[in-house]
């Protein structure tokens, strides 16, 4: 007799049986989340007040993933533990876990949708949850994220005007430079007027980094050949109204150097640009950019009359009164 096949099932029946048993045992908060930590050992437990770094991935009961730090790029979220404002900020959770610890979390979704159901998408039913798993990376006090912060920062700034340096070295350029950092070319002059917050300008451009990757343009045969090409986009001078930060501000302060016509090369650091926050995959934080442009056309805003003053009826003007000598 061949018991080859009774031993695998009872092996089956035996792992099946282990599983259901290492289920996590959930337990709730008062506002009602389902919850289960996998302690790590660790000490440094988390405080209100502290500032955490963590992992975090969110499904629906049936494991479609929504949102997971772990994605490309992929980045864990930094942020300060504050009291609880509703049942989906998590804020009840992390105060109960400690460095290292992972969490399964189990959200509501009646109460997440409560009071505005018309916002509930199709595929969070009624009586379903948003499960999230967690997992704790690090936990700080405040002083000590703002100081490694500022040491990041500060390096990140090193970094970067050491980038500027060399791209302007590179290709020879004689900048200017203004108050503020803008560094600017006229490549191409003119001796029409120049426009002023309230005109409106019009733009070509090409927009790359220090490294060449061009991002952006208003031209399209330079969109085809860099590998933007965007068929939705009409590809003409942009225009705005100059001065009322519809652009970066390095677009603001540059452009009110060029006369109309004019032809210049802006190197603009991050913080007349996007800054620490960067902007998509292609302009990171703390990176430069670097404008090829033309003021094509400028429209001059027009100016209101001056109003006259209202003079009374049978009252003469009255002199300044003369000093005798």
């Given at each position: 007799?061949?018991?080859?096949?009774?031993?695998?099932?009872?092996?089956?029946i035996?792992?099946?049986?282990?599983?259901?048993?290492?289920?996590?045992a959930?337990?709730?908060?008062?506002r009602?989340?389902?919850?289960?930590?996998f302690k790590?050992?660790?000490?440094?437990?988390v405080?209100?007040?502290?500032?955490?770094?963590?992992?975090?991935?969110?499904?629906?009961e049936?494991?479609?993933?929504?949102?997971?730090?772990?994605?490309?790029?992929?980045?864990?979220?930094?942020?300060?533990?504050?009291?609880?404002?509703?049942?989906?900020?998590?804020m009840?959770?992390?105060?109960?876990?400690?460095?290292?610890?992972?969490?399964?979390?189990?959200?509501?979704t009646?109460?997440?949708?409560?009071?505005?159901?018309?916002q509930?998408?199709?595929?969070l039913?009624k009586?379903?949850?948003l499960?999230?798993?967690?997992k704790?990376?690090r936990?700080?006090?405040?002083?000590?994220?703002?100081a490694?912060?500022?040491?990041?920062?500060?390096?990140?700034?090193?970094?970067?005007?050491?980038?500027i340096?060399?791209?302007i070295?590179?290709n020879?350029?004689?900048?200017?430079?203004?108050p503020s950092?803008?560094?600017?070319v006229?490549?191409?002059?003119s001796?029409?007027?120049?426009?002023?917050?309230?005109?409106?300008?019009?733009?070509?451009?090409?927009?790359?980094?220090?490294a060449?990757k061009?991002?952006?343009?208003?031209?399209?045969?330079?969109?085809?050949?860099?590998?933007?090409?965007?068929?939705?986009?009409p590809y003409?001078?942009?225009?705005?109204?100059?001065?009322?930060?519809?652009v970066?501000?390095?677009?603001?302060?540059?452009?009110?150097?060029?006369?109309?016509g004019?032809k210049?090369?802006?190197?603009?650091?991050?913080?007349?640009?996007?800054?620490?926050?960067?902007?998509?995959?292609d302009?990171k934080?703390?990176?430069?950019?670097?404008f090829?442009?033309e003021?094509?056309?400028v429209?001059?805003?027009k100016?209101?009359?001056?109003?006259?003053?209202?003079?009374?009826?049978g009252?003469?003007?009255?002199?300044?009164?003369?000093?005798?000598?």
């Open positions: 007799m061949n018991l080859r096949p009774v031993i695998l099932l009872f092996s089956s035996a792992i099946a049986g282990s599983v259901k048993a290492q289920a996590p959930f337990q709730k908060t008062d009602g989340a389902l919850y289960h930590i790590s050992g660790d000490t440094a437990r405080k209100l007040g502290n500032v955490i770094t963590f992992n975090a991935i969110q499904k629906t049936k494991d479609s993933v929504l949102f997971s730090t772990y994605s490309s790029p992929g980045n864990p979220v930094k942020l300060q533990v504050q009291p609880s404002q509703n049942i989906g900020d998590l009840d959770i992390f105060p109960l876990m400690a460095a290292k610890d992972s969490a399964v979390v189990k959200i509501p009646d109460s997440v949708f409560k009071g505005h159901e018309e509930r998408p199709p595929f039913p009586g379903s949850y499960v999230f798993t967690l704790v990376e936990v700080q006090s405040v002083e000590d994220a703002i490694e912060r500022n040491a990041a920062m500060e390096k990140y700034k090193v970094a970067e005007a050491a980038s340096d060399k791209y070295a590179d020879k350029l004689a900048v200017k430079t203004t950092g803008l560094k600017y006229i490549n191409k002059a001796i029409k007027p120049k426009p002023i917050a309230g005109d409106s300008v019009f733009v070509n451009y090409v927009g790359h980094t220090v060449g061009v991002f952006d343009t208003s031209i399209e045969a330079v969109a085809k050949a860099s590998g933007v090409y965007n068929p939705g986009r003409e001078p942009i225009s705005f109204v100059l001065g009322k930060q519809a970066i501000q390095g677009w603001d302060e540059g452009l009110a150097l060029l006369n109309e004019s210049a090369t802006f190197v603009i650091p991050s913080a007349l640009a996007y800054g620490q926050q960067g902007m998509g995959e302009i934080p703390f990176t430069p950019l670097i090829e442009l003021l094509v056309k429209k001059h805003a100016k209101a009359p001056a109003k006259k003053a209202a003079v009374k009826k009252t003469a003007a009255k002199k300044a009164p003369v000093k005798k000598k």
